[in-house]
């Protein structure tokens, strides 16, 4: 009895994993230091949005706050809608070095977990007191 009652209870968290999708990854400053050649930002501003080629259709836009460890995840319950996405990361102080983008085709079957890192490297201040 409790044999059977672990494996209905295993199986309905696999069933409700299985259908739910993520997005997720870090958000890293890059530096030439060999120590801390990748450091997590904490507090970037993280959007997820569906880049759509046909006009008529709205474009679908998600946003998320990295953590302490710089890392991010989106948590649906529901399968994204298919189409081309985009992630883009804003933090002060940086710029984001690479572009992500992945497609979501929900008529082939995935896991449903897609995972990004986000490199990001300082922006150089320009002088202010530059003579001619």
């Given amino acids: 009895m409790k044999r ?3 494996v209905g209870l295993l199986l309905l968290l696999v069933v409700g994993v299985a259908s739910a999708q993520v997005v997720s990854g870090t958000v ?5 230091n060999a120590a801390t050649f990748r450091m997590p930002i904490a507090g970037a ?3 997820l949005t569906r880049i759509n080629p046909v006009s008529t259709l709205p474009n679908l836009t998600y946003q998320t706050v990295s953590g302490n460890d710089g890392s991010y995840r989106f948590l649906f319950n529901a399968p994204l809608p298919s189409g081309t996405y985009s992630l883009l990361a804003t933090a002060r102080g940086y710029v984001q070095l690479n572009r992500i983008t ?3 085709d929900n008529s082939r079957p995935n896991i449903g977990i897609y995972r990004n ?3 990001m490297v300082p922006v150089r201040p320009v002088p202010t ?3 001619p």
């Fill in 4 to 6: 059977s009652m672990v």
């Fill in 45 to 47: 501003i993280v959007t």
């Fill in 102 to 104: 992945f497609v979501v």
């Fill in 28 to 32: 890293y400053a890059l530096s030439s």
């Fill in 117 to 119: 890192d986000i490199l």
């Fill in 129 to 131: 007191n530059v003579s």
